[in-house]
Every structure is written in structure tokens, then in C-alpha cells.
């Protein structure tokens, strides 16, 4: 059973940094995508960043970017979200999501593209 487990949440002030992992189950994900959603109280969930199974490319939300870095962890088969210099607006559960095939990185920021999705993690920014 493939798993998604999301970590890191809290409750910050603006200008806190928080790092998020997702550490997945139950296969491994090394050669494909796995990327962040995030879904703010009565919005639709967003794009935030998504990574491909080597690394090497990323892309981001623009609104996010020089703020908030994903990486991955193939060993471990995790991925990571540092976020730093948070503002409220960033407020928002926090979804990982991983896909089974390939995807070209301009799906990557299509959640219907995605086939796996964690549970979410609360991340909650205070001014």
C-alpha cells in the first residue's frame, strides 16, 4: 500500500521558516515527479512547487519563488519544502503529491496529473 506522510507543519510568525517532508511508502518514487499543493480556507488547491525524479528540475509557484525550495531525497524517498521568509497568505494545508509515470514538467503543476496525495499538513502563518 503506497503511503504519503506529510510532516512539518506548525504555527509560525511571519518571517519564520518551516520545513516540510513527505516521506512515501511503500514503493519507491526515485524516477518520477513528486511536487506541493497547498489549499487555503475556502480557495481551490494551488500549485507550489514540484520536483523531477532526478532533482534536477524544478519549478515553482511564481508567487513562492527565492522563498520556498523543494528538494528530494531519493535514498529516503522523501521530499522536502523549505520555506522561508513566510507570510500569511501562505497559510494553507499542505498537500504531497507523487505521480507513477512520467510527467513533463509543464504538467507539474496539474494536480490531476499526480496519482498519489499524502493526507496534508496545516501550515499556519500569523502576523
Known amino acids: 500500500q503506497v503511503q504519503l506522510v506529510e510532516s512539518g507543519g506548525g504555527l509560525v510568525q511571519a518571517g519564520d521558516s518551516l520545513r516540510l517532508s513527505c516521506a512515501a511508502s511503500?514503493?519507491?518514487?526515485?524516477?518520477?515527479?513528486m511536487g506541493w499543493f497547498r489549499q487555503a480556507p475556502g480557495k481551490g488547491r494551488e500549485f507550489v512547487a514540484a520536483v523531477s525524479g532526478s532533482g534536477t528540475i524544478t519549478r515553482y509557484l511564481e508567487s513562492v519563488k527565492g522563498r520556498i525550495i523543494i528538494a528530494r531525497d531519493n535514498a529516503k524517498n522523501t521530499v522536502y519544502l523549505q520555506m522561508n521568509s513566510l507570510k500569511p497568505e501562505d497559510t494553507a494545508v499542505y498537500y504531497c503529491?507523487?505521480?507513477?509515470?512520467?510527467?513533463?514538467?509543464?504538467?507539474?503543476?496539474?494536480?490531476?496529473?499526480?496519482?498519489?496525495w499524502g493526507q496534508g499538513t496545516q501550515v499556519t502563518v500569523s502576523s
Open positions: 503529491a507523487a505521480a507513477d509515470r512520467y510527467l513533463r514538467p509543464s504538467d507539474y503543476d496539474s494536480g490531476d496529473k499526480y496519482d498519489y
Open positions: 511503500g514503493r519507491t518514487f526515485s524516477g518520477y515527479a
